[in-house]
């Protein structure tokens, strides 16, 4: 929306220009019904967006031709979305005391909508939203991420089943943790495992280790996202370490729906398409990606960013920083792999490194992030 303005309450509502038009806005979301002395002013509109307005019928002769109109489609969600999802907003409707009512939350109505219509949803209607949907947060997520040094991003990649009381996961917690403190932004797939473990970092960052320690014992009582109290412990953690400082990037998908999203990203792109959140999220963790063991995912992603450092997609190659040696070496000897492709030149510009060191692997980042 580069040369428009845009208009999320009545409250920003624009008077005309000198000509008498107002021109070059976009409206989200406003119920113009509800401010009728507005609409009798009769103002004119040009060259406008009216994304799921609300316009009543003495309305429509005073918006020219030149402008967009897009209805509410009366989805489950907001088709025109123009902020990303928090844990509030993504959970809307949950209940810690209240198992159940998960159930009936703002994230699970929607995913069981999603599953109801099909994934690969023939509905063009329901097609059209869905896109409209992550172009909306696409450019909610562009927003967000403008407010820092593209290489201030670091992804973190790594398995959705690492259990919260596995060595792995609080590993990944205090890297993240680390580079939080020293001004990164951590951004990862937004689920659980070692997903959650990258905001669980983030969101303890300024913490003392006593504090860290105490919240990983909270999160104990649920290790697997599939254990009653996986959410609600989550939430009790929240509640007792709140964070206002501190922001990481959560990048979960419906498409996965069966796995909660992490209440501990203070900011939630999720997204239908998988594909395109996948390439995103390796797209904009300029700053580097530390790849913790994961499984065929993980593996897929480590070979698209090897492809994308490959070709310099963005000007330059960014590290990739294997946190596990034995794993990465034996049991997914993808390690060995890259560094014999890359020293017969099938592979140009990769910086590869790999440790068990939680501090190295911190180094690591910094020292490119730095230089």
Request: net charge negative; with cysteine; charged share 25%.
């Amino acid at each position: 929306m580069n040369s428009y303005i845009p208009i999320e309450n009545t409250a920003e509502l624009p008077a005309p220009d000198d000509s008498g038009f107002v021109s070059h806005y976009v409206f989200q979301y406003i119920d113009f019904e509800e401010i009728p002395q507005y609409v009798a002013a009769g103002h004119r509109f040009s060259d406008c967006c009216f994304l799921g307005c609300e316009i009543p019928s003495g309305m429509e002769d005073q918006i020219g031709s030149t402008c967009l109109v897009l209805p509410r489609m009366g989805r489950k969600y907001n088709v025109f979305r123009s902020r990303l999802y928090t844990g509030e907003t993504l959970y809307q409707g949950y209940d810690p005391e209240n198992e159940e009512s998960l159930d009936t939350c703002f994230d699970s109505v929607v995913y069981a909508d999603y599953m109801t219509k099909g994934k690969e949803c023939r509905n063009i209607r329901e097609t059209i939203g869905r896109s409209m949907h992550d172009r909306a947060i696409g450019d909610a997520m562009a927003d967000f991420l403008s407010r820092f040094d593209e290489k201030q991003i670091v992804a973190v990649m790594g398995g959705h089943a690492l259990l919260r009381t596995d060595v792995a996961y609080w590993k990944v917690v205090r890297i993240s943790k680390a580079l939080t403190e020293k001004g990164k932004i951590l951004a990862s797939g937004g689920g659980p495992g070692a997903m959650e473990a990258t905001h669980l970092g983030a969101w303890m960052a300024g913490r003392c280790e006593k504090e860290l320690q105490d919240a990983l014992k909270m999160l104990s009582c649920a290790p697997s996202f599939r254990d009653e109290g996986w959410l609600r412990s989550a939430f009790e953690v929240r509640k007792k370490y709140p964070q206002g400082r501190y922001v990481s990037l959560g990048i979960p998908t419906w498409f996965y729906g069966h796995e909660p999203a992490t209440p501990f990203a203070t900011h939630i792109a999720k997204y239908f398409l998988n594909s395109v959140r996948e390439d995103t999220l390796l797209s904009i963790a300029k700053g580097g990606i530390i790849y913790s063991p994961g499984s065929a995912g993980t593996l897929q992603e480590i070979f698209q960013a090897a492809a994308q450092n490959h070709y310099r997609t963005f000007g330059y190659s960014s590290p990739m920083v294997f946190l596990g040696k034995e794993y990465y070496t034996r049991e997914m000897p993808v390690y060995p792999l890259l560094g014999d492709l890359l020293s017969r030149g099938k592979y140009r510009d990769l910086l590869l490194s790999i440790t068990d060191d939680e501090n190295e692997v911190v180094d690591r980042i910094l020292a490119f992030t730095e230089h």
